[in-house]
């Protein structure tokens, strides 16, 4: 390998430039995730039972618009509102919008038959005032209004960022009167807000990472030439992972973006290996070319086994049911190898030519045939000899007798090993004693819950999103209980559905409210459920689509959705899996319809399961990578 580089040095750099290109065209593949899918595995029938039967059939999405001023019950603002609205229904994905100005047209409507904002703003209060129950939602006080915009919850990324931006557009002519605070929230605009702060974060942290490595090479890397080379060699192999995470179609999440630091505090390590080990061989009295050769005969295996090692630990990773934790190991993997290439065919590369360049440069000829000279004259030629080798030394100096005197770090490196040397039973006794308090210590620690403390807390959209929470009912955490039926006219079932959510509201202190399909059907029949299946299959046929779609799916599927307020926050997650486990059991105890059959689902559901699958692997993990380090070490 050795003669195979030195022989190809231009061919090498070649396809080197020709790696970096490829790289920089497969980055741009990468993809921001952050949904259900690096939570639980597609495989799993937790991912099925949300993804499926939730997500892509009732599941919808708020993008909450907050209008704040002076008094929102105008008519400038009602007519705005309606623009907005007109707009914003045209929108691909957008299924309904709910605003204060729709309501005030249908009660016109139903009043005087005329479907329009009224002319003036008493008309406007004097309904205000007359219906408040219909208001309560949307109109939170004189100051403060609320109009929200469903989209469909199965949306991508790039569909909602395309649905907001449209929204804004619409905003923007929809002539809302100077003087007002107009700010747009919601989930979809929060998650978007968080994928542009990742990106941001991945950048500043490389240049952090990166600028502490130029600290720490100037310090203990000082003596050698060249000294910050491994700097941009290990940042090519960052730049190779990212390449491969594009093509190999490998996401970047919020664990995945952790892994980068990691890989420049590794991969230094390999690039540093083979740079001084290439030095010593120069400073041995060695030619370019027999340095190269002797570097990569001696050391690559050194290294590629290191590699190997810490593969070991990352291929562990794998073992997790979190497949963001997969993708981290995945990345992790990726890096180091590309790590390694960059070392073994860049760096030696560059510190070959970087080396010919010196013993050609006419400058250091002179300079070097100069202190020939000097050091002829010398009384001391040991001593001028020593200043001579000086320039090559990274830990010490040379002595007169030609040896080289151990630095400061060999110093005290050496001791330790003495000291390790002599106490060694005692220093295995406590790494066995510390193992085992570690592993016990690591079940008692805490466990965050609130994916929202994730984020920097002064992020605008943050704020905005908590502030929506404080003044919107339903904004929070929800159980989706899913039913399988034979028929969604069934008044037995109905009734039931009527009775369980009626029984959690009532019982179960964290479930705030229940809404179903009975409640619309109630709406529409004075409060009652009829009697017959045709009666209730008549009231659907009166139910707009938008308000039926995210209670019932054709006529086998129908939803209830538990309020739970902040639960996530409250419950943490131990608290939420015993509230599941209590809504299963009043399932079995009250018993649904023969044929009926009930899932518990949702996103607080998918975290508890992610959560478990995050803690409880932890030890199983440690003791694999055990494992595997002890046997490779014996083979």
């Known amino acids: 390998m050795g003669f195979f580089?030195?022989?190809?040095?231009?061919?090498?750099?070649?396809?080197?430039?020709?790696?970096?290109?490829?790289?920089?065209?497969?980055?741009?593949?990468?993809?921001?995730?952050?949904?259900?899918?690096?939570?639980?595995?597609?495989?799993?029938?937790?991912?099925?039972?949300?993804?499926?039967?939730?997500?892509?059939?009732?599941?919808?999405?708020?993008?909450?618009?907050?209008?704040?001023?002076?008094?929102?019950?105008?008519?400038?603002?009602?007519?705005?509102?309606?623009?907005?609205?007109?707009?914003?229904?045209?929108?691909?994905?957008v299924t309904t919008v709910s605003s204060p100005a729709s309501i005030i047209k249908q009660i016109n409507y139903a009043e005087s038959g005329r479907l329009k904002i009224p002319d003036s703003d008493r008309e406007i209060r004097e309904m205000m005032e007359r219906y408040p129950e219909y208001f309560k939602n949307l109109v939170i006080d004189k100051t403060h209004a609320l109009i929200i915009i469903q989209i469909e919850g199965d949306s991508t990324n790039q569909q909602q960022e395309d649905m907001i931006n449209n929204i804004e557009l619409a905003l923007e002519g929809a002539e809302f009167p100077p003087g007002y605070k107009l700010t747009l929230t919601g989930k979809p605009s929060l998650m978007l807000d968080i994928q542009s702060e990742m990106g941001t974060s991945m950048g500043t942290l490389l240049g952090i990472a990166g600028i502490l490595m130029v600290v720490v090479l100037l310090l203990v890397f000082r003596n050698v030439r060249w000294g910050l080379l491994p700097l941009p060699v290990v940042l090519l192999g960052v730049l190779f992972t990212f390449g491969v995470m594009g093509y190999l179609g490998v996401p970047m999440t919020m664990v995945s973006m952790a892994a980068f630091p990691v890989l420049i505090g590794i991969g230094i390590d390999y690039s540093i290996q083979f740079h001084n080990r290439m030095e010593e061989e120069i400073r041995a009295g060695k030619t370019s070319s027999q340095a190269l050769v002797s570097t990569v005969k001696n050391t690559a295996p050194a290294v590629l086994i290191a590699l190997v090692m810490t593969a070991l630990g990352f291929i562990s990773l794998f073992t997790s049911v979190v497949p963001m934790i997969q993708d981290f190991g995945k990345l992790l993997l990726i890096g180091v190898i590309m790590c390694y290439i960059s070392s073994l065919f860049f760096g030696l590369i560059t510190l070959y030519s970087f080396d010919w360049i010196s013993r050609k440069n006419p400058y250091g000829l002179f300079m070097k045939k100069l202190k020939k000279s000097k050091a002829d004259d010398s009384e001391d030629h040991g001593l001028e000899s020593d200043s001579k080798n000086s320039e090559y030394s990274g830990y010490g100096s040379i002595s007169v007798t030609g040896e080289r005197e151990p630095g400061i770090i060999e110093k005290i490196l050496r001791k330790i090993t003495g000291l390790t040397l002599k106490y060694s039973t005692l220093v295995l006794i406590f790494a066995l004693f510390t193992c085992c308090a570690g592993l016990y210590v690591d079940q008692s620690i805490p466990i965050q819950t609130d994916t929202n403390s994730f984020i920097p807390q002064d992020m605008p959209s943050l704020i905005n999103y908590k502030n929506m929470q404080n003044i919107l009912s339903g904004s929070g955490d929800h159980l989706n209980v899913i039913l399988r039926v034979k028929d969604t006219s069934d008044p037995e079932l109905l009734r039931w559905i009527d009775e369980f959510c009626r029984h959690e509201v009532e019982n179960r202190g964290h479930v705030h409210s229940a809404s179903s399909i009975v409640d619309l059907v109630k709406e529409r029949n004075s409060g009652i459920i009829p009697e017959t299946s045709e009666e209730i299959q008549a009231i659907y046929d009166e139910i707009p689509a938008s308000q039926k779609q995210q209670y019932i799916e054709g006529g086998q599927l129908l939803h209830i959705d538990l309020d739970i307020g902040n639960a996530m926050a409250d419950l943490e997650v131990a608290g939420i899996k015993e509230l599941r486990d209590i809504i299963l059991q009043d399932i079995q105890w009250l018993q649904p319809p023969p044929g009926v059959s009930v899932t518990v689902t949702g996103n607080s559901v998918v975290i508890i399961d992610m959560l478990a699958g995050l803690t409880t692997g932890r030890s199983q993990m440690t003791l694999l990578v055990s494992w595997q380090l002890n046997f490779e070490s014996l083979l």
Do not use: C, W
């Not at 995730?33 to 059939?57: I, M, W």
């Open 5 to 93: 580089i030195l022989n190809n040095r231009k061919v090498t750099m070649a396809l080197v430039f020709l790696l970096i290109l490829l790289s920089l065209q497969g980055a741009q593949y990468i993809e921001m995730a952050s949904g259900t899918e690096t939570q639980v595995s597609k495989d799993s029938q937790l991912y099925k039972d949300y993804d499926h039967l939730f997500l892509k059939t009732f599941s919808t999405d708020s993008i909450i618009l907050m209008v704040e001023g002076n008094d929102v019950g105008t008519r400038a603002i009602m007519k705005a509102a309606d623009l907005l609205e007109q707009q914003v229904l045209i929108v691909p994905g």
